[in-house]
């Protein structure tokens, strides 16, 4: 079956430490994207990418980076420079970056910071 | 920049009534809308979307939603909720006039069906 698979779907991670998170689909999509989720305010971009090499910082985009190396994956690294990394995030993809395609998302995965 | 106003957080309602979840998008060109759909600890899927043509679009489940330009809403309805439709809510805008290629979510909205 074709889709995303993100891993890890829970995170614990200790003030000070960098963490990556995996984000891999196998529906050949071209573009794809990272999404944060808090409760209240729905989802925010964090970055995005419409082709190999290539990506775009988002709306949120301090304290996070990301490489697009291969078209199936794009990881998200989350850094120790990120002041509140505890929330759940949400990588998606589509078949081209125009904005007018459908995203589809992975199940998500949830950082908590201790 | 884009902006996605959905202007209630929590929506309670019985089931077999109507409802109508609200969004409004700040936006002086071509935009395209789309309504998605969260389940509890899921990603989102989804709901319905509109590119062009007619106004009003439907989904597979009995939703629909209709694009209003004059008053830059694009609000979710549907005449009778179950209860597996208590999910969370989400509508989305992708602007034309911008460079970006990605969308902008509103808040959500937690649609809660009661029996």
């Known amino acids: 079956d074709g889709g995303i698979t993100q891993s890890p779907k829970y995170l614990f991670r200790k003030e000070g430490q960098n963490v990556t998170l995996s984000c891999e689909q196998n529906?050949?999509?071209?573009?794809m994207y990272w999404y944060r989720q808090d409760p209240g305010q729905g989802l925010r971009l964090i970055y995005y990418?419409?082709?190999?090499?290539?990506?775009q910082k988002g709306d949120i985009a301090e304290g996070y980076s990301v490489s697009r190396e291969k078209k199936e994956s794009f990881p998200l690294t989350v850094t120790s420079a990120q002041k509140n990394p505890t929330a759940f995030y949400l990588c998606?993809?589509?078949?081209?970056?125009?904005?007018?395609?459908?995203?589809?998302f992975g199940a998500g995965s949830r950082l908590t910071v201790l | 920049a884009q902006s996605v106003t959905q202007l209630d957080s929590q929506v309670p309602v019985f089931e077999e009534a109507p409802v109508e979840l609200r969004c409004n998008y700040s936006?002086?060109?071509?935009?395209?809308l789309f309504w998605y759909v969260q389940y509890p600890n899921q990603g989102l899927q989804l709901l319905l979307k509109?590119?062009?043509?007619?106004?009003l679009v439907e989904s597979i489940n009995g939703f629909e939603a209709e694009f209003n330009k004059s008053q830059t809403s694009f609000h979710l309805r549907k005449p009778s909720v179950h209860i597996s439709d208590t999910a969370e809510y989400f509508c989305?805008?992708?602007?034309?006039?911008?460079?970006?290629?990605?969308?902008?979510f509103g808040s959500g909205t937690r649609l809660q069906v009661q029996p």
């Open positions: 989305a805008v992708s602007d034309l006039g911008t460079g970006r290629r990605a969308l902008t």
């Open positions: 529906l050949n999509h071209d573009a």
């Open positions: 990418s419409q082709i190999v090499n290539d990506f």
């Open positions: 998606a993809s589509s078949i081209k970056g125009s904005g007018a395609n459908v995203l589809t």
């Open positions: 936006s002086s060109v071509s935009v395209y």
């Open positions: 509109y590119l062009s043509g007619s106004t």
